[in-house]
């Protein structure tokens, strides 16, 4: 495999697709050498295979607002790679969702159902539809158009999607009830981030947030540090980022910075549990702005306008929001400000340029394929209970989403350590890779 020609070719069958490009030149970076050393991996054309999804889904969504008037939205669902199990990946409802964005994600998500060793393969889905600013009767009649589209190709044992941006417990109600009604069976597996006591799970809505935080908590001993006291700066304010917040608490660090779109809240003596509970009432309001944490708590948050949560000090920096949120500018800021750790949390959090600084700073930093695992890892967890008729304990499914956690950070240390260093993008990438090629020249040319 020779990167160069195969990016080279990729550009020009799918050009204008920069999010895609830049997902798929990052692993194939990270995988080159070892790829080669497999002659066998190179006849089958894995490579070429890989890169490109088994299918995408394109489809027309209308609907009608309150005022009466009809609106239409584009809908997606690619389906990237099956060689490991059914499809499995979020659906995001963001007004910037396009093809090239969710086939970013869709690819990445291969690697990250990789990592979690369970039998889930990798897929992604969504819609340019905006909620903000929507309300419940609108977004419940465009969750059932979204359906009407796509319910005959999903299914527990074909593709099960989960919510992700602007798709919480709410969006996840609205899009069963419709599959439900559609598909004339409770096939509650179909869609996972339901609530609990129809088929949701324990500490699903927590688990990427907690997922990360125990990844993180790893990085921090790996240099004989704790988490107790350690200053943590989180983007966004939805479900990922409640749940870390909520965790990082726990472990004794403090948040001492979340953000939005409309600029940044610095909590100085670190979030408390009444503020994180108020998160779930931001994520509900459909405002998306995180000054109403500094209006609610005035003398705890102050808001800044059109700063990042990386203009904060802080020792640990966790993007939760969105893809490239980070830049390489906001990574030269946190580096000055004496940063400690990097753990993107959002699928592919950091620019290129960002990954490059922190890295040449001799930062650990981790790559969101294998620190937000823990949300589809528990997602997997919940089919395994639909499947068997069976609800696990809070504590349980903890127990089994840490060791999944902990299990991944080995597998990272494994394939990414050189000398006293640990590459964790490297680690991440080889480990995912290595079981999705196995099992695709086990079941041949297909």
Partial sequence: ?????????????HPGEKEYLQAVEEVLVSIEKVYNEHPEFEKAKIIERLVEPDRIFTFRVTWVNDKGEVCTNLGYRVQFNAALGAYKGGLRFHPAVNVSML??????????????????????????????GKS?????????????????NIGPDQDSPAGDVGVGGREIGYLYGAYKKLA???????LTGKSYGWGGSLIR???????????????????????????????GFGNVAWGAATKAVEMGAKVVAISGPDGVCEIKDGITKEMIDYMLDMRASNRNKVEDMATKFPKLAKFTAGKKAWSVKCDIAMPCA???ELSEDDAKMLIKNGVKYVAEVSNMGCQPGAIAAFQKAKLPFAPGKAVNAGGVATSGLEICQNAGHINWTAEEVDVKLHKIMNDI???????GKKGNTIDYVKGA?????????KAMLAQGII
């Avoid at 004339?184 to 179909?190: C, L, M, N």
């Avoid at 950070?409 to 394939?415: A, G, Q």
């Fill in 136 to 152: 419940d009767a609108e977004i419940m009649r465009f969750c059932q158009a979204f359906m009407y589209e796509l319910w005959r």
């Fill in 322 to 324: 969105f893809q490239n």
């Fill in 409 to 415: 950070y080995d597998m990272c240390v494994e394939y």
């Fill in 429 to 437: 990438n080889i480990a995912g890779f290595m079981r999705v090629a």
């Fill in 1 to 13: 495999m020779k990167v160069k020609e195969i990016m080279k070719t990729l550009e020009a069958k």
């Fill in 103 to 132: 086939k970013l994600l869709g690819f990445e998500q291969i690697f990250k159902n990789s990592l979690t060793n369970l039998p889930l393969g990798g897929g992604k889905g969504g819609a340019d539809f905006d909620p903000t």
């Fill in 205 to 235: 809505p927590e688990a990427t947030g907690f997922g990360a935080m125990y990844y993180v908590e790893r990085m921090v001993k790996q240099k004989k540090e704790n988490m107790k006291g350690k200053k943590i700066a989180l983007s």
């Fill in 184 to 190: 004339r069976e409770h096939s509650t597996g179909a």
